[in-house]
Each structure stands twice: as C-alpha cells, then as structure tokens.
C-alpha cells in the first residue's frame, strides 16, 4: 500500500523537485499539490493524505496555523514541516503545533525520502486508532421557521429529525437560543448546551465538540440550546458559524430549529440551509405573520425552491379551507400536518417523540412526517 503524500508549497519549482524525488520511489502516490495553507485545508477532505508536506513560510494562511488545523481537525494526517531555517527554535514551534518531523531545505533525495518513511512508520498505527471519522461529509442543512410562536415549528423539527435519522447520520440543533425547547421533548434537559460549548472555548474540531452533543439514539444526535434566555446575548454569529463548519463534517443532515427573528445567527442559518420550512397553522394571525416571513425571505433572495410553507395542524374546522390558505400566498403548499393533540400533548409531556412511538407511527400524524421528509430531496 503506498503513501500518499500531499505537497503544500508556494513555490512551483520546489514542489516539482519534491514531486520528481517521490516518483522515483514505488511506495509513494501523489495525491495533489497546495501552495498556500487555506489551499491544504481544502483538499485534504477530498484526497485523504496520509502525509502533507508543508512549507512553514506561505501565503494566505502560513504552513505552522495550516499544522495546528489539520491536526485538529485530521488528527489521523501526518504533517511533515519543510524549511530553511534550521535552528531549534523553529523545530520546537513546529512540533509545538502539532507536526510529526521537521526537514531543512535545501533537501537531498536520500534525507527526504528517509524522513517521510521513517516518520510514516512511526506514526501509522498510533493514528490510524484514533477516533476519526471513517467519512467525511457536507451534511445538508434543513430549518424549520416560524414568523409566530405556538405554530408546533419544534414538534415537527424533533419528530422529523427521529424519521430522517432511520436512514441518514442527522443532528439537530436548537437555535432558538432564548427559548429553545428540544431538551424537554427529548428528555434531555440535564445535559450540556452549545453556550457550554463555548464557555469551554471547545469549538475547534468535532472530537472537542463531541461531549456537549447529546445523543439521543443511533444515528441522532442533539445540540441543545442554553436553559436560560440571557444565555442568546453570549452567542455570537462566529461562535455559530464554525459550529456549523465543523458538524457538516460529520453528519449527513443536519435539522435546525430557529427561534422567531431574523437577527444575525438566524440570517446565517437560513443562508446556508439547503431547504427552509416555513410553519403556520389555520388561524389568520399565524397565516398573516408567515406571509410576512416569506416576504422578508423573497427579499433575501430565497426562492420557493429554497423555502417550502408547510401547514400545521391542518384542520378545516376553523373557517379556513385549504383553498383559502393557497389564495393567501399565492404558492404551492409544500405540506399539510393534520391536526392531532392527542398524540403530540403525551409525546411533549413524555419526552419522547411520537416518531419514536411503536404505536403510534400508522398514525396519520406520522405518516404525514413520513412523506414530509421523503418529499425533501436530501
């Protein structure tokens, strides 16, 4: 089995010198070349190096910041730093960020080729027992907005998050940070929150993040949002955004529930998210107030691809017909949940989702959750 070896360098001429020495060796692949760290970053995702070679000195984004991030986030890559300065200073901060050998240009072909041997062999099987992901993914984003509290926007977030999770690696994360409510339908309020996360300062790869995930079941994991409201004024879009980053990584899907508002963590989500589904109910002041949400996201450049309105606790019982609620947004209703409390009020109060319920997923209710995310292409 060869190596496969990824080239990080700025300059062209050293990488083809690096590349001719490797070629004339059997036990090593090329896999790709970078000339800056932002670039190393990229790639490594896709061509799954077993060593990179990296430049100290680079553009952008510096070999010993691109070293500290890889190791983070691929601990199972094997960085070998290459410089031409050689006193032990830069050998000590080398390795102070986390790569495994250090060689000084110029290089000869024997040093070279000794170095990446000697150190992949070294390092091999301690990295290959840990506890890295098998794959990586670019997990897809589904949230779930309300203009207006009490439509059942969490109910639908949990309980699709438990259907999607029988066929696909799916987290949820609460982002109504105020007054989020996953925890309690999942009988998870004791557990640590995503401003833990951050309080802790553990927001550099998924393995730190690991502890404050709760997991609910096989193949469903949860970020619960903080237990107390003043806890949102602490959580900033950036905190946000490389949470996010990281979780693409490593789940398929991801199932967001949003707080009311458009504010900045909220717009981030929505812009990223690959569908948004817009929750009303049949009563006017609801369908007025996501009218104007869908206002608001015409004006953002989401189009009805984007954002899908979805009807909750359909029941034409009100005064309001189906008919009626097309004539108000001129658009496709994407679906319809019947209206059933009898199911959802002892699944809150239980803690446990009624798509977790044996007994109650023949349920029209249910079935309705069913076809909601086999509709969604994801």
Same mark, same amino acid.
């Given at each position: 089995m060869k190596i496969k070896v990824l080239i990080a360098d700025d300059i062209k001429e050293t990488r083809d010198i690096i590349k =001719?020495? +490797?070629?004339?060796?059997?036990?090593?692949?090329?896999? /790709?070349?970078?000339?800056?760290? #932002?670039?190393?970053?990229?790639? *490594?995702?896709?061509?799954?190096?077993? &060593?990179?070679?990296?430049? *100290?000195?680079?553009?952008?984004?510096? /070999?010993?910041?691109?070293?500290?991030?890889?190791?983070?986030l691929y601990p199972n890559v094997i960085v070998i730093i290459m410089s031409v300065q050689g006193e032990s200073e830069y050998l000590k901060?080398?390795?102070?960020? /986390?790569?495994?050998?250090?060689?000084?240009?110029?290089?000869?072909?024997?040093?070279?080729?000794?170095?990446?041997?000697?150190?992949?062999?070294?390092?091999?099987?301690? +990295?290959?027992?840990?506890? &890295?992901?098998?794959?990586?993914r670019d997990g897809k984003i589904v949230t779930f907005f309300s203009s207006k509290g009490g439509v059942g926007k969490t109910v639908l977030a949990v309980n699709s998050a438990v259907e999607f999770s029988k066929t696909k690696k799916t987290i949820l994360i609460d982002m109504d940070l105020m007054f989020g409510d996953v925890s309690l339908m999942v009988d998870g309020a004791n557990h640590k929150t995503i401003l833990d996360t951050i309080d802790d300062e553990q927001l550099d790869s998924y393995n730190s993040l690991k502890p404050y995930i709760?997991?609910?079941? #096989?193949?469903?994991?949860? +970020?619960?949002?903080?237990? =107390?409201? #003043?806890?949102? #004024?602490?959580? /900033?879009?950036?905190? &946000?955004?490389?949470?996010?980053?990281?979780?693409?990584?490593?789940?398929?899907? *991801?199932?967001?529930?949003?707080?009311?508002?458009?504010?900045?963590?909220?717009?981030?989500?929505l812009d990223n998210s690959d569908y948004i589904l817009l929750i009303s109910t049949m009563d006017i002041i609801s369908l007025k107030n996501t009218k104007l949400g869908l206002s608001v996201m015409k004006s953002l450049g989401y189009d009805n691809k984007k954002v899908k309105i979805v009807i909750n606790r359909f029941n034409t019982d009100y005064g309001i017909n189906k008919g009626d609620v097309e004539d108000v947004f001129k658009e496709n209703i994407f679906a319809s949940i019947p209206d059933d409390e009898k199911t959802v009020l002892p699944s809150i109060n239980n803690g446990k989702p009624f798509m977790d319920n044996n007994k109650l997923i023949k349920s029209k209710l249910a079935k309705a959750i069913e076809t909601l995310c086999k509709t969604l292409e994801v």
């Open positions: =001719k020495i +490797l070629l004339l060796e059997d036990e090593f692949e090329i896999v /790709g070349e970078a000339c800056d760290g #932002e670039e190393t970053l990229r790639l *490594i995702p896709k061509l799954k190096p077993d &060593v990179v070679l990296m430049d *100290i000195n680079m553009p952008v984004l510096n /070999g010993l910041e691109a070293t500290e991030r890889i190791t983070k901060k080398a390795m102070f960020y /986390g790569a495994k050998e250090y060689i000084i240009k110029p290089f000869n072909y024997e040093s070279l080729i000794e170095t990446i041997k000697v150190t992949y062999e070294r390092y091999k099987d301690i +990295l290959s027992k840990l506890n &890295v992901e098998e794959e990586i709760f997991g609910y079941k #096989e193949n469903l994991d949860i +970020l619960f949002a903080p237990k =107390k409201p #003043e806890s949102a #004024e602490y959580i /900033g879009k950036d905190s &946000v955004e490389k949470i996010f980053k990281i979780i693409k990584r490593h789940y398929d899907l *991801i199932i967001v529930d949003t707080g009311i508002n458009f504010n900045d963590t909220t717009l981030y989500v």
